[in-house]
């Protein structure tokens, strides 16, 4: 394997040597330092580099000033920052970077330790197969081959688990598509939502995901489970203004009840016209669907928003949840967005717990459910009731609640 070029912006010579030393010992890694931002865009003019790793606190240039100029670059390597700056420092300098299009590797607190030089080596790791498995420059689907998907039954509805943070019982599910390719095997949202947004499929696609969620909670129901789903919406379909009467016809056609189905608005789009927005969200709570608030305390979301729309429930973004228990900041903040939550009579939910230790606070803390890699991963309808199976007898009482 060939080693990663390393690029490291360091103005102090212990600090320039410890690091050297650092990323020598961790293997892998072709390193190389200079001690001030000009130096590093000049470096970064005449070599590819796989990842830069770059100081806060510098002079003439500090790292910010840097980040922002590398955002600028055609072909940035991935980034990582150090400082003794506060983690809240840290992780505003990490949403400057993202909104710049860079690909954060990690926030490090000085001083670099061993075990953060190895996590960087494991991110590029995990960078370089996926651009082995997924060519950057592979074709995009065609409108033809999307829609065929969706007829056919190749694009489907996996769902992920919501566990009760009080009994630790599945009480509900989000509903997540995933493509049954028939020559490049089960594909993720990342390898064709793309062409789904470009192509303005993304309305077939929701409607396609209720379908699917509907007859799976009515497998579910001749079991004796009743599962609430959730489903994302693209914010900006509200400016259609009979969806809404559409949705509520697909869910009568299946005899099925509205209260059973959410639709988490999704941040990566808004409608034409903010009256479309609230049309469509009060419309949809008036027919009895579940409105979400999804990713919470990431991108745009704001207090305002919370208070303005008629939600039901609010996800919690698992950029806050990462970490909780290590950053006391964190903590407070989550602490007080379950306490806003149950304040509004929203049932809080936390996305993306992947620790024992982060699902222990969130219980501590009374989040009401949790979803992520720790509980389940997005499954097949077929595996889903089998963990509800596991789950214990059925409860139809508790888990519509």
């Known amino acids: 394997m060939n080693p990663y070029r390393v690029l490291i912006v360091e103005d102090h010579p212990f600090q320039h040597q410890y690091l050297l030393n650092v990323f020598n010992d ?22 590819r580099y796989d990842l830069l790793l770059s100081d806060l606190m510098m002079p003439c240039m500090d790292g910010v000033q840097l980040i922002q100029k590398v955002g600028s670059l055609d072909n940035p390597p991935a980034l990582a920052v150090m400082s003794v700056a506060s983690r809240r420092m840290l992780a505003g300098v990490g949403q400057l970077a993202k909104n710049l299009g860079l690909n954060v590797a990690g926030l490090i607190s000085k001083p670099v330790q061993a075990i953060e030089v190895l996590r960087l080596r494991e991110f590029l790791d995990t960078t370089r197969h996926q651009a082995t498995v997924i060519s950057a420059d592979s074709p995009s689907h065609s409108r033809e081959t999307l829609v065929d998907a969706m007829k056919s039954g190749d694009i489907q509805a996996w769902f992920q688990p919501k566990k009760s943070l009080r009994d630790g019982r599945i009480v509900a599910a989000e509903a997540l598509v995933r493509w049954a390719h028939p020559t490049q095997g089960a594909l993720l949202p990342k390898d064709f939502l793309a062409d789904i947004e470009r192509l303005s499929l993304d309305s077939e696609l929701m409607l396609l995901m209720l379908d699917q969620a509907l007859s799976a ?25 009979d969806l809404p009467d559409r949705l509520m016809r697909a869910v009568k056609r299946c005899d099925a009840r509205p209260r059973q189905i959410t639709f988490e608005l999704m941040e990566s789009s808004m409608t ?17 669907f ?6 919470f305390g990431q991108g745009f979301s704001s207090y305002f928003n919370l208070l303005s729309t008629p939600f039901s429930e609010l996800k919690i973004d698992r950029s806050l949840v990462h970490g909780c228990v290590e950053n006391d900041s964190q903590a407070s903040t989550l602490e007080s967005i379950v306490k806003l939550g149950k304040k509004l009579g ?7 717990v992947e620790t024992a230790s982060e699902l222990a606070f969130l219980r501590s803390i009374q989040c009401d459910q949790a979803q992520g890699f720790l509980i389940a ?15 214990g007898p059925a409860q139809p009482k508790a888990l519509s609640a």
């Open 26 to 47: 961790a293997g892998c890694f072709r390193v190389e330092s200079v001690q001030d931002g000009e130096s590093a865009l000049q470096c970064l003019a005449r070599n």
């Open 217 to 241: 909670q009515a497998r579910w129901r001749q079991d004796g489970y009743e599962v609430p789903v959730s489903i994302n919406l693209p914010t900006h379909l509200l400016d259609q203004h």
């Open 272 to 288: 034409q016209a903010l009256s479309n927005y609230y049309a469509g969200a009060c419309r949809l709570r008036m027919m009895g």
């Open 290 to 295: 579940g409105l979400a608030q999804d990713d």
């Open 346 to 352: 929203l049932t809080t939910v936390a996305e993306g």
């Open 377 to 391: 991963k997005g499954v097949s309808l077929e595996a889903f009731g089998a963990l509800l199976r596991d789950d």
